[in-house]
Nanobody, 122 residues
Framework: QVQLVESGGGLVQAGGALRLSCAASGSIRSIDVMGWYRQAPGKQRELVATITSGGSTDYADSVKGRFTISRGNVKNTVYLEMNMLQPEDTAVYYC????????????????WGQGTLVTVSS
């Protein structure tokens, strides 16, 4: 079984910053792409940022220049540094791995974390 566990959410004032962390656990051979999604109340889940094992990144237009995604030195971890937060960034943030390969080659698809709430007050 593979799990993604997020941490780092909380309440912050507009203009502030937060750092989210996500760690994958279980028997894992490799994870190429890891990413962050978010879901605001009453809205669909949307992509925030992704990063490959090679370090290539992609961001939603709404967070470019404010958020930075990175892979950790510890294998299979990913971070989201969020700066200049605005009330519209309020959402549950989910860590995602589209494909996780186990040691035997078994493939886990669409692995999600449980989510961490980020609330930005005006």
């Amino acid at each position: 079984q593979v799990q993604l566990v997020e941490s780092g959410g909380g309440l912050v004032q507009a203009g502030g910053a937060l750092r989210l962390s996500c760690a994958a656990s279980g028997s894992i051979r490799s994870i190429d792409v890891m990413g962050w999604y978010r879901q605001a109340p009453g809205k669909q889940r949307e992509l925030v940022a992704t990063i490959t094992s090679g370090g290539s990144t992609d961001y939603a237009d709404s967070v470019k220049g404010r958020f930075t995604i990175s892979r950790g030195n510890v294998k299979n971890t990913v971070y989201l540094e969020m700066n200049m937060l605005q009330p519209e960034d309020t959402a549950v943030y989910y860590c995602n791995a589209p494909l996780v390969v186990g040691p035997t080659g078994y493939r886990y698809s669409k692995v999600w974390g449980q989510g961490t709430l980020v609330t930005v007050s005006s």
